[in-house]
């Protein structure tokens, strides 16, 4: 060991000077430049550069970073497919990089493949319990498939991370109301509302209003300006059909004719029309209102109900 | 122990979730069939029962692919989906009965996933030694037990909702329908099984697994007054099993038997929902136990989540009588 030591003292000096400090240096990233063009959103310049050749000359823990940097790249510049491949390929070569792992789960779960982006969700978070991203893509996934328990246990986890996101508290507003909590879908819904004044949230609002049993708040709801820019006609027979379930008559035919004037053929706003006429007793008016409902729409669920309604009508 | 890579960090993480495009988080339906779907489904939902057609819930027999039933019954629970009557054959008997008395989804849940060890009987060494060598049969005391004690020996009238559930006499092959006296000797009559249990001797009659006489036993549901059916099939596809149990071999016979009238029993039945457990044996592998898992419960919510929508729209369309004669 002595005799080592004293030979590399001696041999030092005579060393170029550059070759004796790599020895000790900190080793160069090679993968640094792809970083940067990964950090700097030029994605097309990092596929460039990480073409199928460079990456043999990777491995370990930058040949997962390679996969990780270009299956992102092709996912931003929107080839999904290539991502996919590159994704699952890094996965199979290194199950315990989660930052792969939690890549192809989201992308997974954007092409509404549930079922396989679950169990990789599942797998960060064995690995990290408090992961939000894996949280809510699991919280997203059992809503989607009608565990909603469990969804409402994956947003809260989610929520706790990240308590200022507007669209969470949405979804989880969303998942109450389902369940039909809606004391806590509220208190979500207006979380979400105070985060960002959304004409969704307070759409969510109106319907749990609706369901608690405030018909008229909800009604008001409807009116709301930011409201009505986003849905038009849609929130405009939606307001025809629960004035109807108000029993407040006139007003539903009032709506259903501005229906009307944007839409003629609207089959809600026939459908609130013949309502009404029922309701005054004057059925060979119903009747054509729910003969209006148009053909074209035959294998609709409200072509089937107008034709249904007709049949029952004659029995009274 | 597994070592993993650090994940990104936390600030990298809030950014995805601040920024991510928005995922597949289905968005409120407006579409005019949803609205009107909406607009009657809580007008007639909210009819008490009388005042609009009898709603019954049929669950299907399929030993331990029937556990799937719960997954069915929990997603309409959920959604507030009413259920007036309920009908059942073998392990849909059992759920059924469990249900009828007013068990929740989780409650039910649990007791399935220790049903496994309730449903073997006496089984031990020596009565499968009398099994195998004398051709003596097993019995099925011991789920007459666990019902009784589960339903504190209530009889049908007792239940929360009217239920009934079918067995068959092993001498003239009738299907027997019960819906009224002691509950757990029928459930277990009816969850019999040929060939592995002795058959019940109960009200003069030699009672076996109803199955095979009534896999989907919409009749019985209509006996007590359902005029629309739900019904929930656990349907084998024997078709590619390899049965390698004397139980699951025996269990596949039933299954084809009851296969012959299944068609037409589904055709009497307003709305299907289906599971996808066709690939699930009937008991579990070369045990006597038939052990639900929660991948098969799982699969029923799946496949009720997917249809609940149809399933009201059918609703809405059959109880259109009853809706307009609100309007008029």
Redo the contacts between chains.
Sequence with gaps: MRKIFLALILLGPSLPAQASWNIFAPRKDPLAKEKELFQEGRYKEVIKDLGRDQFQYYRG?NL?RAYFYIGQSYEYTDHLGRALGFYELGVKLFP????LA?ALA?LL??A?L?TNAEPLFKK?LR??PN???AH?GLA?ID??????KRSVHHYQA?LK??PE?A??WR?YA?VLM???QFLDAEFAAKKSLALNPDP?TE??IA?IERDKGNLDQALSLLDSPNLNSK?GV?AE??KG??L??DNQVAKAILTAKNVQRVSPD???AH?ILA?AA??RGQISKAKKELGLIQNSQKH???Y??AQ??L???P?? | M????R??SKIL??L???F?????????D?S??A???D??W??ISAKPKGQRPTIGLVLSAGGTRASAHIGVIS?LK???FPIDVVAGTSMGAIIGSLYADGKSPDELRKLSLKMGAATGSNINPWTLIEYLFAQKLFSSKKLERFIKKELKDKRFEQLQKPFACVAMDINSGEAIIFREGRVAPAVRASMNLPGIFKPVEYRHRYLVDGAIVDYVPVDAAKLLGAQWILASVTEDDFTRARPDSVLSSMQQVIDIRGAVILDTQKKAANFLIEPAVGNVPSAGGTTLYMTPTPWII?QG??A???F?HKAE?SY??FS??A???G??
């Excluded at chain 1, 809503?143 to 909603?148: I, V």
């Design positions: 823990k997962a315990n990089d989660l930052r939690a989201l779960h954007r509404g549930e960060i690995a990290h992961n939000a991203e809510l997203e809503a989607n498939l009608g565990f909603l989610t991370s990240v996101n669209d969470i979804h969303e389902r369940l039909r969704k759409m969510d319907f849905y849609k027979r939606l059909l629960w109807l379930e609207d089959p809600i459908w309502q029922l309701n609709s669920f409200v089937k109900a249904a309604f049949q029952s009508i029995q009274y | 597994k070592q993993f890579p994940p990104l993480w809030l995805i979730i601040l991510w495009p928005p995922r597949i988080h289905a968005e409120m407006l005019a069939n609205v009107l779907r607009h009657l809580k007008d997603i959920e959604s507030g799982d919510k799946l009720a989540n997917r609940l729209q809405i369309l259109m009588p809706i307009a004669k309007y008029l």
